[in-house]
C-alpha cells in the first residue's frame, strides 16, 4: 500500500473516515496483544482473558479522545508529512488513550458500586468476574505500555509519549482521589462542597486525560515538544475541559434521556456537581436545609424536591450564561496562548462540545 492510502487524498482508501479507519484497527490490537506478543504457552489462560476484558471495555462510548489524536495531527503536520506509517501510529496512540479510559472506568466501576456502563453491566458485575475486574483493570493498562513500546520505540518522540502517560495517569489518579474524599459513600456533607474542590477535582480528573492528553500527544508526533507550546496549548485545553464537565453535569438533571442514552443519577449518587456547587453559592438557608434533607437520597420524592430548588434558582439560566462566558474565554485563550499552533486544533475541539446535548 502506498504512502498515501490513509491520508484521504488518493486510492480506494480515501473514502475511508478517520473513525473507520480507527475502528478497524482495534481487532488487530487486540490479536497483537493477545496473538503475538507473548507467546508462552502457560499464559494462554490469561491471555484469552485479556482478550475478553479488551474486547468487552474497550469499544463503546464516542471515541473522542482517541480519535483527537489523529483529527489533531491532521491540522499539525502538512498532508505530505502524513503518511500511511505516521498515520497507523496516531491511530494506534489513540487507541492507547481509549484503553486509559477503559483502565479508569473499570476501577471507577468498582469504587462508584455501578451497575452498569454504555448500556451494559459493569466489568466487575457479569457473573464470575466480581473483584477480580481489579487485576483486569491492571492489564488495561499495562497493555498501553506494550503497544506504544512495540510501535514507538525507534520514534524521537517515544520517551515523550511514555512520560506524558504516566504524568497524566498520576494526575487522574489524584482527581479520583479528591472526588472519592469529597463525597464518599454513605457520608452527606455539603460543607465539603465548595467550587475550589470541585475545579481541582475536574482538573486533574477529567480534563488531563480528555483534552491535553490527546493533543499534546499529537504535538509529540509532529515533533513539537517546546515546554512553551505545550504549556500554552494545556492553558486552553483545560478550560476546554473544565466546560466539558460543567456540561456533563448539567446534562445529568437537564439533558433528554432519549438523546443523552443515559439516566441521570448525580443527585441520588451525592455527587460534587456544578449544578450543587453552584446552587449552595447562592440559596438562602432554608434552601440549604432542604437541599441537604433530600441530596443523596434515592427515593423520586427526594430527587424531584432537589430539582425544583435547582428550577428556582434558575439554574439554566446560570449555567447558559456560563456557557456563553466560557466560550468567549475559550476565544480568548485561543487568540492569546495559540499564536504557534494553528487555531483549528482548538477550535475542532471546541465546536464539538460547545451546545450539544448528549
Not at 473516515?17 to 490469561?46: H, I, K, M, N, Y
Not at 466489568?123 to 492489564?139: P, Q, R, T, V
Not at 443527585?267 to 438557608?285: F, G, H, R, Y
Amino acid at each position: 500500500m502506498g504512502d498515501n492510502l490513509c491520508n484521504g487524498t488518493h486510492g480506494k482508501k480515501a473514502l475511508l473516515s478517520d473513525c473507520q479507519l480507527f475502528e478497524g484497527q482495534f481487532e488487530e490490537l487486540v490479536t497483537e496483544l493477545t496473538e503475538r506478543d507473548l507467546s508462552d504457552p502457560a499464559l494462554a489462560d490469561a491471555l484469552s482473558r485479556l482478550r475478553e476484558v479488551l474486547v468487552y471495555n474497550s469499544p463503546g462510548g464516542k471515541r473522542n479522545r482517541g480519535l483527537s489524536v489523529i483529527g489533531s495531527l491532521r491540522e499539525l503536520l502538512p498532508p505530505n508529512q502524513l503518511t500511511q506509517d505516521v498515520v497507523q501510529r496516531a491511530l494506534l496512540v489513540g487507541w492507547c488513550i481509549e484503553l486509559l479510559q477503559a483502565f479508569f472506568l473499570v476501577a471507577d466501576d468498582i469504587m462508584d458500586a455501578s451497575v452498569t456502563r454504555r448500556g451494559q453491566p459493569c466489568w466487575y458485575k457479569k457473573d464470575g468476574i466480581g473483584l477480580d475486574a481489579i487485576n483486569d483493570s491492571f492489564l488495561l493498562e499495562g497493555s498501553i505500555y506494550r503497544l506504544l513500546r512495540r510501535h514507538c520505540r525507534d520514534q524521537p518522540y517515544y520517551v515523550h509519549l511514555l512520560e506524558l502517560f504516566t504524568e497524566t495517569s498520576f494526575q487522574t489518579e489524584l482527581g479520583q482521589a479528591l472526588d472519592l474524599m469529597t463525597a464518599p459513600p454513605g457520608q452527606i456533607d455539603l460543607n465539603r462542597f465548595t467550587m475550589e474542590r470541585y475545579k481541582a477535582i475536574v482538573k486533574y480528573k477529567t480534563a488531563y486525560y480528555s483534552f491535553y492528553l490527546p493533543v499534546a500527544a499529537a504535538m509529540y508526533i509532529a515533533g513539537i515538544k517546546s515546554e512553551v507550546e505545550h504549556n500554552n496549548a494545556k492553558h486552553i485545553l483545560l478550560e476546554m475541559g473544565e466546560f466539558f464537565q460543567i456540561q456533563d453535569d448539567y446534562l445529568d438533571c437537564y439533558g433528554d434521556p432519549a438523546v443523552t442514552g443515559k439516566i441521570g443519577t448525580d443527585i441520588q449518587d451525592n455527587k460534587c456537581s456544578w449544578l450543587v456547587v453552584t446552587a449552595l453559592e447562592i440559596m438562602t438557608p432554608e434552601q440549604r436545609a432542604e437541599l441537604e434533607a433530600c441530596y443523596g437520597r434515592h427515593d423520586d420524592a427526594s430527587v424531584e424536591k432537589v430539582k425544583a430548588l435547582y428550577n428556582t434558582l434558575q439554574m439554566p439560566a446560570l449555567y447558559c450564561k456560563y456557557e456563553d462566558e466560557s466560550y468567549q474565554r475559550l476565544q480568548k485563550l485561543i487568540a492569546g496562548h495559540a499564536q504557534n499552533l494553528p487555531h483549528s486544533v482548538f477550535h475542532n475541539f471546541a465546536n464539538k462540545i460547545y451546545k450539544r446535548n448528549k
